[in-house]
Every structure is written in C-alpha cells, then in structure tokens.
C-alpha cells in the first residue's frame, strides 16, 4: 500500500513512548518490531465510578456483579458483610475507603473480588462496563500510596486510577482488626 496504516501505528506507538523499526529485504520479506516501554502493559478491566470519579478494577479478580438488591448488608463482629450464596462475605465500600462523603442515593453496586484465597464486595456507585487499558504509572502525588496499582487514559479522555485489589482488602481486614480490638 502507500504505508498510510503504517503512520497510523507509528503515531499510536509513539504516544506510548516506543518505536516502530521497519526492515525490508527483497525476497525475503519484511521485519517490523514495534517496541514499548517495559512499564507499558494492556489489562482487561472492569470500570467503576464513585461521584465522576472513574476507578479500574483488573477483570481477572472480578467475580460477578451485584444488583442493589442483592446487596443489602449487615454486621458481624464490626465488619460489613453480605450473604453471598449462604457465606457471610466481608465487604468494603469504596467511598469510605476513599474518606467521600456517602452516597445520599440508596443506588449503589457491589462488585465481587478474589484477593488470594478470599473474596470480599467492594461497594461502588455505578458500574460503567469493561475496557481493555494501557497501564501507566502513578502521577507522583500517589506513589506510594496503598490501594493503587497504576493509572490509565479511558475511552473518554479522563484518568482512571487501577485499585490494587490485595492491598483494597488488606486495608479493610486492618479497619476490621482495630475495630473489633479496639
């Protein structure tokens, strides 16, 4: 062709800071090696938002889905849990993790998670569906930061923080431990 395709991935390559090497030798045919920073990585994942704020959780933690009405809560030893098929499942809401003001609209959807050989529910406003991002690293303000494992352009244009989901229920087993030794 007249390489128009090519200059579209060369341009797409070099947003994410890599290289695009092209080499061809008559009768042997053509090399290309596209290359990406290590840092780089694609990950299926699953879009959820608190207020406009839009959080990614990787897909291959994600359990299901709750509807509003299968996630009524109650209490056992100062943990929130949900009866999720007869088993008490501890549960942390995202906007209290993230210290925002509860949601005054009784809308809210629980998101089972596998954190090792746990699950828990992650409680979030709205679930916005799956997306497939490119992994970038934290702004400076969130290094070092629990609970984030990167961040990542969406479909939209905004920013979407990706949850690190071990270090999401760690943190709530540790609220659970002070409350409960406290």
Do not use: C
């Amino acid at each position: 062709g007249r390489g128009v395709g090519m200059d579209v991935v060369q341009s797409k390559i070099r947003e994410l800071s890599g290289s695009v090497q092209i080499q061809s030798e008559v009768g042997r045919g053509t090399r290309m090696a596209i290359r990406v920073p290590l840092t780089l990585a694609i990950l299926p994942t699953l879009l959820v938002e608190i207020d406009d704020d839009v959080y990614a959780l990787p897909l291959v933690r994600v359990i299901e889905v709750l509807s509003h009405s299968e996630s009524a809560t109650f209490r056992i030893d100062g943990q929130d849990v949900i009866d999720l098929r007869e088993q008490p499942t501890p549960v942390l809401d995202l906007r209290s993790w993230l210290d925002v003001e509860p949601n005054p609209a009784d809308t809210a959807t629980g998101v089972v998670l596998q954190s090792g050989e746990q699950r828990f529910v992650l409680i979030v406003d709205r679930v916005r569906g799956r997306e497939e991002v490119v992994i970038k690293a934290l702004p400076r303000t969130l290094r070092g930061l629990s609970g984030y494992a990167g961040a990542s352009l969406i479909g939209d244009g905004r920013m979407a923080l990706i949850l690190d989901i071990d270090a999401l229920h760690e943190s709530g087993v540790r609220a659970r431990r002070s409350v409960v030794n406290g």
